[in-house]
C-alpha cells in the first residue's frame, strides 16, 4: 500500500494562503515555517484564487457529479472566462482589503 497522505484543514489552508497573499511570504519560507512542502503552498495558492475557499476543501477520494467540473473537450467561451475572472479579481480584491 502506497503511504497515506497528510490532510490539513481547512483553517490551516487558509492560513497558509493568507501568509502568502495577504503577507506577501514567498512559497519557500512558508513551506520552512508551516513545515510542508513549497509546491503544497504553491497548489493551494492556485487552487484558492481559482475557486475561492472551495478551492481549499478536501477534494481527494470525491467522486465528480455530473456537470461538474470544467469539460475538458470543449474550451471555456471567451465571454464567460472574462466573466469569471473579472468575479475572481473581485473577490481578490475584496480578500486583500481586510
Known sequence: MGKKRKTYNIDFKKKVVNLHLKDGMGYNTIAR?????KNQVRRWVNHFKAEGIKGLEEKRGRARGVGQGRSRTRPENPDE???????ENEMLKKLLRK
Not at 515555517?33 to 512542502?37: F, L, P, T
Open 81 to 87: 472566462k472574462i466573466k469569471r475572472l473579472e468575479a
Open 33 to 37: 515555517e508551516m513545515n510542508i512542502d
